[in-house]
């Protein structure tokens, strides 16, 4: 129903310098897959085909990962090594992948408005895949399509974050209309402890409506300076067309090296299980 999810990829990713000084945040490997390779795995079992990706200067190789490499394929290929390709093959005859560069990171929100061309006047999902998620049975954008049936509107993942937290968010107001299912009327990005709403958190996925590029256009840079996706949706929180999901499951800030470290020992014990 939702046929793309759009990945914006095209951040410093500062907080992993030196290691992403030529390599791409969204490459960092939790065990041997890259972050975007379980971002794309989850969008692909929530339905969706096409894979959007914003980049920028410095991002080629995420284009590579997703396509063949020969010399790679002729050397493995008919030995014991060759089903280690098995997944990435499978992702590359299911998904399509499209790409378009973000020129100046100019924030969030400009990303996502920078991959309109991609997604044109659909609905869409976005991953940001720094965000590792996981769940034992359904995926958590798989949770947000069903959402996404019901309310027929935007949708975000939130979490509950400790107050000391919130400042590294984008924090929403809302009324709780069902269990874990939010009606949002209030959003405030990287709020002060003392400013935010609740601590109710939007962690990097979303369902978006294409109405949010007309307001995206003619949004503010916000805090930081950037375009901040939170300042748009609030538009239409203030119409009553944002859910927030209380999703099921963990979220790793794989962005943050105490949620990568976190990420890579559970999945190494998961794998030993
Ligand atoms: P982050 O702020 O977490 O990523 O943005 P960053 O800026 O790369 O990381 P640090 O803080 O410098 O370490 C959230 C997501 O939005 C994307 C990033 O790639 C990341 O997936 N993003 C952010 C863009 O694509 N373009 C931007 O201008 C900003």
């Known amino acids: 129903m939702i046929e793309t999810c759009l990945f914006p990829a095209a951040g410093y990713g500062t907080r992993f310098l030196p290691a992403t000084k030529a390599m791409p945040k969204e490459m960092l490997p939790i065990l041997t897959k890259p972050l975007i390779q379980y971002g794309v795995e989850e969008a692909l079992n929530a339905g969706c085909r096409t894979m959007a990706i914003v980049t920028g200067r410095g991002k080629r190789s995420i284009e590579d990962h997703f396509d063949i490499s020969y010399e790679l394929e002729h050397q493995i290929k008919d030995t014991s090594k060759e089903n280690l390709l098995t997944e990435i093959r499978n992702i590359m005859e299911t998904a399509t992948f499209s790409y378009t560069r973000q020129k100046e990171m100019r924030g969030l929100g400009h990303a996502i408005l920078t991959g309109e061309t991609l997604v044109r006047h659909n ?126 499951g963990i979220r790793y800030d794989c962005g943050s090296i105490d949620g990568f470290v976190r990420a890579t020992n559970d999945f190494y014990q998961r794998m030993n299980q």
């Open 123 to 248: 609905p869409f999902a976005v991953i940001l895949a720094d965000d590792l998620c996981y769940n034992d049975n359904v995926g958590v954008l798989t949770q947000m399509m069903k959402i996404y049936e019901k309310f027929r509107c935007c949708v975000v993942a939130i979490e509950e974050v400790n107050n000391d937290e919130v400042h590294k968010y984008g924090v929403i107001a809302a009324n709780e209309v069902e269990d874990g299912v939010y009606k949002v009327y209030d959003m405030i990005e990287k709020p002060k402890k003392e400013e935010a709403p609740s601590n109710l958190a939007i962690i990097g996925r979303y369902i978006l409506t294409p109405d949010i590029f007309n307001i995206l256009r003619t949004t503010k840079p916000g805090i930081n300076g950037e375009l901040q996706i939170t300042d748009a949706l609030l538009e239409l929180a203030k119409l009553g067309r944002v859910i927030g999901y209380k999703f099921k």
